[in-house]
């Protein structure tokens, strides 16, 4: 499988300049840096969340967890939980379990993006399986998605 063809298309419609490219297969967001040869804090990790019924993307560095508590006060919700496996399957049909991109616009939902992901003026993420992946220009990545800019990521603990 390579970049999910709703992915690029969208990208390409938007007139966003990107490259895709293939890593070893790796299976969460840290892995596949490091496949990559990226900085964690590099790679966007795309996380799918529910703010009271609405799904919604957070997206954070690799070496991060979502704080969900502070994403749903950032969001204005009642409620914030993840999403269950089931629940990505068939919010993400086109991709592999856990390898959505950020691009909430494809999917049609909101973005949240942590405010630590602006260290880097370059971004890769995840394309739609775990051994593709899309690099750009993080001020491109903002202009198409548009998200809500917050503090919502804590240190992954092991």
């Known amino acids: 499988m390579a970049t999910a063809a ?19 297969i790796a299976y969460s967001a840290q892995e596949e840096a490091a496949a990559s040869h990226i900085r964690g804090r590099a790679w966007a990790k795309t996380v799918a969340c529910f703010i009271d019924a609405e799904p919604v993307l957070a997206v954070l560095p690799a070496p991060y967890d979502v704080d969900v508590e502070a994403l749903r006060a950032l969001a204005g919700g009642q409620t914030a939980r993840l999403a269950r496996e089931d629940e990505v399957a068939r919010l993400y049909p086109q991709c592999e379990v856990g390898a959505m991109s950020p691009l909430g616009p494809v999917y049609r939902q909101r973005v949240f993006v942590d405010r630590r992901l602006a260290a880097d003026t370059e971004i890769a993420f995840s394309a739609g399986t775990h051994a593709d992946a899309i690099r750009m220009q993080y001020a491109d990545f903002l202009d198409v998605t548009r998200p809500t800019l917050g503090a919502f990521a804590v240190p992954h603990r092991h």
Request: hydrophobic share 30%; no cysteine; net charge positive.
């Open 6 to 24: 709703p992915i690029e298309v969208f990208l390409r419609r938007e007139r966003i300049p990107y490259t895709t490219f293939h890593h070893p």
